[in-house]
């Protein structure tokens, strides 16, 4: 069990430094008053207990490291921006008066980033990764890990980013309705993204991180309540209502994986489940186009309706996914319909799609791609092969969880 800092760091980590940067109004010195706050709440909290609001305790200590920082700076410069993050912060402790404050002003912070961290002035690539690096908690390292670059790459991009912010003076802020829409591509993008890294994490030793899970579905549904006439919004967050209806029933008590089949389907979160297949419902009927992620949430619904796993229509997955690949053709898409192609007309003609794109070459350093194509060798009982295509993924594999279930698999090969 994390010790009560390290949770607090785990799950609201994001929040506070979401709400640090709305205050001190630089990335950076947000990021070193965080850390400053949580070094402070490693010693003071085993002694006096954890606050009743962590993270308010959290965000005053850290505006207080702010300040201090900032004064122990001795240009002009600094003395300036010395009054303004007072200002700033005496307006702010109004609303994080001490231990006992609510979240009333935080809500908002964490879609303040989004957008900011969005801006159309940054490149898609720099948003995303500022968005795991600042909300998702990821490393440098994780994050050059996950776009396969060197980790010294990846860490001049960030430095780059967060320079443009500030020397751009982007506002840290949701825009107005007259370019909300312009930036809504990648807002989804990012929150799905958050979702994710909950979902099934990049590395570490947890599978699922319940607390990003929870804080994506919450930002999808402001977002909702922002544009309520854009379908594509709804349809993500059906998306992730479906999959975290089944979060308690993916991961054993040690943290290892437990298979889609072998899940207690009885333990699916009902509620949620009804909630997202409405919204699927609704957006299928919409006029237009629908969206990638209308597409995948009635795949999720497919998975959610099917009472036990061998009633799943896998017939119907693997053509929506063939949808998806017209409305938005990726590499990861593409496996995935293998995937589905497996269960429909068996591992022989999965195998086939998963050589063409181990040929192509597009995810070379995904370890699902070898992943699958060992299960699918498995599956036709050619062991050799299947343990050398084991053994690739888990030169790749960052997750604990999924390197322990890798092994499993290739030791069950002997």
Known sequence: MANPVE????????????????????????????????????????????????????????????????????????????????????????????DAAEDAGVEDDILRLIFTCCHPALAREAQIALTLRTICGLTTQEISRAFIVPEKTMAQRLVRAKSKIRDAGIPYAVPSRDVLAERLEGVLSVVYLIFTEGYAATAGSELVRGALCKEAIRLARLLVALMPARPEINALLALMLLHDARRDTRALPDGGIILLEQQDRSRWDKAQIADGLARVDAVLRAPGRPSSYAVQAAIAALHMRAQHYEDTDWSQIAGLYQVLLRIHPSPVVELNHAAAVSMVDGPEAALRLVESLTARGELAGYHLLPALRADLLRRLDRKAEAAVAYRAALVLVTLEPERRFLERRLAELS
């Open 7 to 98: 949770r607090v760091f785990r799950d609201e980590g994001g929040r506070v430094l979401a709400t640090l940067i709305r205050l001190v109004g630089d990335f950076e010195l947000a990021e070193d008053a965080m850390q400053d706050a949580f070094v402070a709440a490693a010693v003071q909290w085993p002694g006096e207990g954890v606050p009743h609001n962590p993270r308010a305790w959290l965000v005053n200590v850290g505006r207080h490291k702010a300040i201090d920082r900032v004064r122990r700076q001795v240009s002009f410069r600094a003395r300036q921006q010395q009054l303004e993050i007072e200002v700033a912060s005496e307006q702010a402790a109004q609303v994080f008066p001490g």
